[in-house]
């Protein structure tokens, strides 16, 4: 079981790169090719959705990567002033592996509190690191993630929280790293269903009659 397991990491070093290289290099022949094979009277429907999915999923990453860099320079600096051994290079950790929500803060928290444990020995300090990581992850959870990622993505906040919730809860840590994206992507396809319905027979204006006895209300 081993020696497959080495196997199979050092397949993946080698053919990674490979497999990389082909695919930017044939990437444009590759988008030709699907795009042709898309019904011709919705082709321009679907790439337009398409490019929509694309914009919200690259400023998925944009935020994320932002809100990892502002959360790995907070820690860095944090527990250099607490004064952890190691502090500046655990928190740039714990920042880069908060692209993934949740883990970064949760594996800077286990390395930090193990490092002031065997430097002092003295629970007030270990409090003290471990506190720097509990509000790094309020900060995150409640202020960076909605409003970076949020604003990145086009959601309002407490849909980006509503998503994480949902996401983490039913697929884990995975989960919180799907659910913006995947919010993103129906979030447009939504957009697109109900501009759809609005044209459709079954949204109608109101007839006449109808209309000038609800002049005195109030609308929408």
Request: some cysteine; charged content about 10%; hydrophobic content about 55%.
């Amino acid at each position: 079981a081993g020696g497959q397991a080495a196997l199979s990491a050092v397949s993946v070093i080698i053919f990674t790169p490979i497999v990389t290289y082909f695919m930017m290099k044939e990437w444009v022949n590759i988008t030709c090719w699907a795009e042709d094979l898309l019904p011709q009277q919705h082709k321009k429907t679907i790439l337009d959705l398409l490019k929509q999915i694309d914009t919200k999923l690259s400023g998925f990453i944009r935020g994320q990567i932002s809100v990892a860099l502002i959360l790995g320079i907070a820690y860095a600096f944090a527990l250099t002033i607490a004064g952890l051994k190691y502090g500046f290079l655990i928190g740039l950790m714990a920042g880069l592996l908060s692209i993934i929500p949740m883990v970064g803060s949760t594996v800077g928290l286990i390395v930090s509190v193990a490092v002031a444990w065997f430097q002092a020995g003295d629970l007030i300090f270990v409090a003290i690191i471990a506190a720097i990581f509990f509000a790094g992850q309020l900060i995150e959870g409640n202020i960076l993630s909605p409003k970076i990622v949020g604003e990145s993505v086009g959601l309002h906040p407490l849909w980006i929280f509503f998503a994480l919730l949902a996401g983490g809860s039913v697929f884990g840590i995975l989960g919180m790293l799907l659910a913006v994206p995947v919010a993103a992507v129906a979030g447009v396809l939504l957009a697109f269903a109900i501009a759809q319905y609005k044209r459709s027979p079954y949204y109608k204006t109101p007839s006449k009659a109808k209309t000038s006895k609800k002049k005195s209300a109030k609308s929408c």
